[in-house]
C-alpha cells in the first residue's frame, strides 16, 4: 500500500535535531538528516477531501524502486507453546483444546510426544526422516521432489544441544484416516512445518519504492518475493501475502 509523503511538522523537526545532540553526546553515530519534503500535515476534512480528489485526476508513476536482496529459513518446528500460538491464531482454539487435540494425535502413532519445550530435533532423527516424508501420502505434490535426495540438515533444525528428553513436534509417517477434523488441522500444520525445513530458504527483496502522483511523492515498503521455496508446502501463503506486506513487482516509469 502507498502512502504519501507527509512533511515534517516544526516540532518534529526540533525533536529530530534534539535526539541527534544527544546521540552526538553519546558518542554515537546521529541520524542522518533528509530533505523535507513532502505535502503538508492534512489539518482538516476538507483538505483531505481536495487532496484526494486531485490524486484521483492525476497520472501515477513509479519514480524509484530500490531492492535489498535477503533470504529466510523455514518456520521452525514446532514446540507445544508455539503450537498452541498457533492454533489460536488459525482456528482460535485455547491452549488446553490444542494439547488434547495433539495428544490424541499422539496416541494415534501419527505425531510424535507433544509435550516439549525445543523447537529442534536431534542428529539420531535425521536418518528417519526420509522414511516419514514417505509416510506423508496425502503430501506427496511436497514430498516427491525431496524422494531420492539428500536432505538438507540445518543447524536450525537439528541440534543435539538443544534437546534433552523429547525433540520437537513432527509426524511419525503413519498413515491413518482416523482423524477427526481438528485433528485434521492441527496434524496438518506440524506436516507443513516437518516438510519445510527440507526445502531452501526463500529468496526476498526488502523493497522500496517510490511514486509521483502528480506533485506528489508517495511510498510503499514491503518484501517481494524471488524465489518462494519453503513457501510453496503452505497454501495460505499467498493469502497471508497483506499481513506480510509482500509487494508484487514494480518498474521505474511504471503507470
Given at each position: 500500500t502507498f502512502s504519501a509523503i507527509i512533511r515534517k511538522s516544526e516540532e518534529e523537526l526540533i525533536l529530530e535535531a534534539e535526539k541527534n545532540k544527544e546521540a552526538i553526546a553519546a558518542g554515537k553515530k546521529p541520524k542522518k538528516e533528509?530533505?523535507?519534503?513532502?505535502?503538508?500535515?492534512?489539518?482538516s476534512q476538507e483538505q483531505g477531501a481536495a487532496l484526494l480528489e486531485q490524486i484521483r485526476?492525476?497520472?501515477?508513476?513509479?519514480?524509484?524502486?530500490?531492492?535489498?536482496?535477503?533470504?529466510?529459513?523455514?518456520?521452525?518446528?514446532?514446540?507445544?507453546?508455539?503450537?498452541?500460538?498457533e492454533c489460536n491464531k488459525k482456528f482460535a482454539y485455547s491452549a488446553d483444546e490444542t494439547l488434547k487435540i495433539i495428544q490424541s494425535l499422539y496416541e494415534k502413532k501419527v505425531?510424535?510426544?507433544?509435550?516439549?519445550?525445543t523447537t529442534y530435533l536431534s542428529d539420531d532423527i535425521y536418518?528417519?526422516?526420509?522414511?516419514?516424508?514417505?509416510?506423508?501420502?496425502?503430501?506427496a505434490t511436497f514430498t516427491t521432489s525431496l524422494d531420492g535426495t539428500t536432505?538438507?540438515?540445518?543447524k536450525k533444525?537439528?541440534?543435539?544441544?538443544?534437546?534433552?528428553?523429547?525433540?520437537?513436534?513432527?509426524?511419525?509417517?503413519?498413515?491413518s484416516y482416523d482423524m477427526t477434523p481438528d485433528e485434521k488441522r492441527v496434524y496438518d500444520l506440524v506436516a507443513r512445518r516437518f516438510i519445510a525445513v527440507f526445502y531452501p530458504d526463500?529468496?526476498?527483496a526488502n523493497t522500496t519504492v517510490m511514486a509521483q502522483v502528480g506533485e506528489n511523492e508517495f511510498k510503499a515498503t514491503g518484501k517481494q518475493i524471488i524465489d518462494p521455496a519453503w513457501r510453496v508446502v503452505f497454501p495460505t501463503a499467498s493469502n497471508k501475502q497483506s499481513d506480510e506486506n509482500v509487494l508484487p513487482v514494480y518498474e521505474v516509469g511504471e503507470k
Open positions: 533528509e530533505e523535507n519534503r513532502g505535502i503538508d500535515p492534512i489539518a485526476n492525476s497520472p501515477f508513476a513509479i519514480t524509484n524502486v530500490t531492492k535489498k536482496e535477503g533470504k529466510e529459513a523455514p518456520p521452525r518446528l514446532f514446540d507445544l507453546t508455539s503450537l498452541q500460538v505425531a510424535t510426544y507433544p509435550r516439549v519445550d536418518p528417519k526422516c526420509p522414511g516419514i516424508l514417505k509416510g506423508l501420502r496425502d503430501y536432505l538438507l540438515k540445518s533444525v537439528f541440534d543435539n544441544s538443544k534437546v534433552t528428553d523429547h525433540h520437537a513436534i513432527i509426524p511419525t509417517g503413519v498413515f526463500c529468496e526476498i
